[in-house]
């Protein structure tokens, strides 16, 4: 029902910016919980940062200060702010969508493919 495509990612050096945007398309974006997941090489895909349909945000603690997540239910898009860029950030960035999205992905229903950030030292 609900059909979502990331975009903005490639290869940065430290300390630089991308944001990453979601454009979601079916079902009603305003009511969903929009949540922002990375994946690394060897390691489990993990909350980055999550929006309700109020404008509520929720960060994971590494990247509190340098990530802004937000969202335009008029446009039907979601956005990751990335500021300050670290190598340790470096892997595939998803967007995600669900009614009642939790903490972990296994809560979110639909999901895009997923773009890749890269991060050189």
């Known amino acids: 029902q609900v059909q979502l495509v990331e975009s903005g990612g490639g290869l940065v050096q430290a300390g630089g910016s991308l944001r990453l945007s979601c454009a979601a398309s079916g079902g009603t974006f305003s009511r969903y919980i929009m949540g922002w997941f990375r994946q690394a090489p060897g390691m489990e895909r993990a909350l980055v940062a999550r929006?309700?349909?109020?404008?509520?945000?929720l960060y994971t603690n590494s990247v509190k200060g340098r990530f802004t997540v937000s969202r335009d239910n008029g446009k039907r898009t979601v956005y990751l702010q990335m500021n300050s860029l670290k190598p340790e950030d470096t892997a595939v960035y998803f967007c995600a969508a669900d009614q009642g999205g939790g903490l972990s992905s296994s809560s979110y229903r639909y999901w895009g493919q997923g773009t890749q950030v890269s991060v050189s030292s």
């Open positions: 929006i309700t349909w109020s404008g509520s945000t």
